[in-house]
């Protein structure tokens, strides 16, 4: 079937999965992924295998906005309040998914250290692109939501580190030499250091031609190359295009006064690509990994999600965060998807021996946790009275002024 005639079919058939999401009241990504499920290999297979690799530049676009905007969350003034707590709390539910998960593996299942190790530290990356859907969808906005950006961007950063350091640590065990190890140890220092860099380069560039474009067009045409060129060059040099372009939003977001106007202009932009990347998601997912994963898979989930939740709450009730930040952050902090699935190609590289269980597994719990995981996501939201926060806190802006007009008349 002819490509265009295909990605029109896919996102007709998003769309509506979407709006019948909508109907029944659960986030429209998780709409997208289940309609993209009927078009993959499980039910249909209109998308096949080859065309969900054919279609990886839309899926790696669609991540790069979602990265940016993500960057956008991280204002100074506002980090600074609470930049301790944040740091606290993803470390915390970093260890607590990757302990409990290792103590599933290797206690209950007997699995060899290497693979326990490195599995677990698979579980820490949370997927930033469904959690800020759902976020956006509903126009949150709270405790609970402003703790929650920052966390999954950096918990990201804290699993590439997590997942370098038990690669190398796998390796050893397996009897790798020491210098292996070494270089395994130091590669995700390199590669996040790299991404800051080039953020920090990019970022800086595009604030100042972006303050001198006066027309909206001009504003999303150079924001835009902004971003492809984070992503490329981040490809090239290889770097995480994630990191990169969370840093490119975050140095914009603090250098350029009206930055607002630059994600305005991309926000205006991707909302097909976030349609083509979620439907596309779920029809890369094949319901048979059901069969192989059996109990070894369930159990994953299960120690992933506890393990994510007991550490965001005891994270949460260290730093004395608020009620609802420790009773339901945990819940949206479950979504698992690129980084993970990226990661399990590194260990079909470096430990092929374990390859196909982690694989398998991984894609397992992508299956289960991209379709549950906006739905948990907005449980937390919904249960913490966020929804429609940002709504709530235009109206306020509007009518303080109107009051100050009035006392200032009497």
Partial sequence: MEVLLKLAIVVVVGMIGGKIATKFKLPSVSGYLVAGLFLGPSFFD????????NFEIISELALSFIAF????EFVYSEIKKMGKNVVVITLLEVIGAIGVVFSVMYFVFNQDFALSIVIASMSAATAPAATLMVMKQYRAHGPVTKTLLP???????????AFGIALAVAKMSLNTSGSSGVMMFFEPVIEIVGSIGLGVLIGVVLAVVAKKQQTKDDLQIVSITAIALATGLSNWLG??????????GTVLVNLLKHSGRVFGSVNDFVPIFYVLFFTLAGASLDLSILVSVGSMGIAYIFA???GKYLGAFMGASIVKAPDTVRKYLGFALLPQGGISIGLSVIVRQQLPQYATMITTIIMFSVLVYETSG???A???????????GLDRMVDESLSEPIIKQEFVME
């Fill in 374 to 376: 906006p739905i948990f």
């Fill in 46 to 53: 209109l998308v096949t295998k080859t065309d969900s690799v």
């Fill in 304 to 306: 992933r999600g506890i």
């Fill in 69 to 72: 905007s993500i960057g956008s």
């Fill in 378 to 388: 907005k449980i937390a939201i919904s249960k913490a009275k966020e929804i429609n």
């Fill in 239 to 248: 770097l995480s295009s994630l990191l990169t372009n969370i840093v490119v």
């Fill in 151 to 161: 966390v999954v961007a950096l918990d990201d950063v804290f699993g590439i580190i």
